[in-house]
């Protein structure tokens, strides 16, 4: 596996499983309905915003993340990040290795901590975010409409850098 910066052609191999995985409704609180553009500009574009992809041994894209600053002006130390793993590739360490690259990345950059403002709570990944460090600052109830387990919370969660 190879983790690298994004470019602008990546996209076109991204947007296949960012579809699919927001569509189903289970881990962003972004609208399923996302079209492509709209969903291009979430990813990749904003004031500060790092984009990394993992390619696999074959040079396939299996998953994909990005760093912002959370906050701007005296807040900018803080930063937020995305991630998505291709399901079709899960379960080989992507997501974990990605993770540990955009950690050590957004410490480079000199941001001193890193925020989630919204864990769908019934996410697999909390306990990969958990193990990394984060933990859970609170959790607004009832805030998601999940498609299969109803009105679930929505953690903020943190971990200093």
Known sequence: MRIREFRTDDWERIWPFWRRIVA????????????????????????????????????????????????????????????????????HGYGRALAEHVLATAKADGYRAMVFNAVVETNPAVGLWTSLGFTILGTVPDAYDHPRHGRVGLHIMHRAL
């Open 24 to 91: 189903a409704g289970e881990t962003y609180a972004w609208d399923p309905a996302t079209d492509e553009p709209e969903a291009r500009a979430l990813w990749t574009t904003g004031a500060g915003k790092r984009v990394h992809v993992v390619e696999d041994a074959a040079g396939g894209i299996v998953a994909t993340a990005y760093v912002k600053p959370n906050y701007a002006g005296p807040a900018d130390g803080v930063a937020n990040a995305g991630f998505m793993v291709d399901p079709d590739h899960g379960g």
